[in-house]
């Protein structure tokens, strides 16, 4: 068994039943409070916030514009968007650390950040406009631990002109230098959303946020947003697989293109296409994960063989 996937999932001790919204969208041309509502009931939640490789001995640093200060309240982000519709600032990577970056990002559940499964928000959108690219980052809960902060991202080019770019989750990927995780555990146990600026010292950029969402929410008329990439994300949430003794039942939607059974080591062990069960008895005992995919739906979730 892959000593990292166990290690995973002992680390991560979520908040018990909590449930993101199915989709969310931030737009800084109506927030005047800088925070992003992902369905979380606590009040700490989706409060911007910026950080820097200063604990690393580094020296970048953003500069904002110098007119914004914060509020009654010590918020400094719902200032801003107010005054800009966006998150407006000039990047500046410098030396001290021999990987400058700074960023943004929001607490997906709470400030003490618990991870919360996001699967089905499918991906993440941000509409923007920047002069340096900027990667967007799915920080796990203690990342420290269980990626050693090598998470999944992706990466939002340079756009010298307001544009969106959308990322589903197959856009996502670790950079092979921290600790490997599986993706679908990863989803199930995000706490912050981080916009990463990176590179080498002496990099200078300037940059606006503007939307920042699940996949397609920000722009529904771009071209991969149309009503046949986005249907996944609204009939997953009625398919059903249960499993009854070694028999795994589909319910809801069966007509994909192929179930998927995957062990912790990340091998296929087996598969099916468009059936509406499948027999499990020749695999041994523990924990597995089925992946489901098609046209209209794309599902995962964990399932134990005893």
């Not at 991202?153 to 670790?174: V, Y």
């Not at 098609?294 to 599902?299: E, K, L, M």
């Amino acid at each position: 068994m892959n000593k990292n996937i166990i290690f995973a999932s002992i680390a991560f001790m979520g908040v018990a039943f909590a449930q993101v919204s199915p989709t969310f969208l931030w737009d800084a041309t109506t927030d005047i409070d800088g925070r992003v509502l992902t369905g979380s009931t606590d009040t700490t939640a989706g409060w911007w916030f910026q950080y820097d490789d200063a604990n690393n001995e580094g020296h970048s640093k953003f500069e904002f514009p110098s007119e914004i200060e914060p509020n009654a309240y010590d918020n400094f982000f719902g200032p801003l968007v107010e005054a800009y519709q966006g998150i407006k600032g000039e990047v500046h990577l410098e030396d001290g650390y021999e990987f400058p970056f700074v960023g943004l990002g929001f607490n997906v559940w709470s400030s003490k950040q618990e991870g919360v499964d996001i699967t089905a928000w499918g991906g993440i959108c941000v509409t923007y406009e920047s002069t340096i690219g900027f990667g967007v980052e799915l920080a796990v809960q203690n990342e420290s631990e269980v990626t050693k902060y090598d998470n999944y991202k992706a990466t939002a080019g340079k756009s010298a002109q307001q544009t969106t770019a959308n990322f589903p989750w197959s856009k996502f990927r670790q950079g092979n230098w921290g600790i490997a995780i599986d993706q679908a555990t990863a989803l199930e146990n995000i706490a912050t959303i981080k916009l990463k600026f990176e590179g080498s010292a002496g990099t200078v950029g300037e940059f606006k946020i503007v939307k920042l969402g699940s996949n397609c929410q920000c722009d529904q008329t771009a071209a991969e947003c149309s009503s046949k990439a986005i249907r996944p994300s609204t009939t997953a949430s009625s398919f059903k697989a249960s499993l009854s003794g070694r028999v795994l039942e589909f319910a809801g939607t069966t007509v994909f293109d192929k179930a998927t059974i995957v062990d912790l080591q990340g091998n296929v062990v087996k598969t099916a296409s468009a059936v509406g069960m499948m027999d499990l008895s020749t695999l041994k005992a523990g924990m597995y994960m089925l992946r489901i995919e098609g046209q209209g739906i794309n599902h995962s979730q964990k399932i134990v063989l005893k």
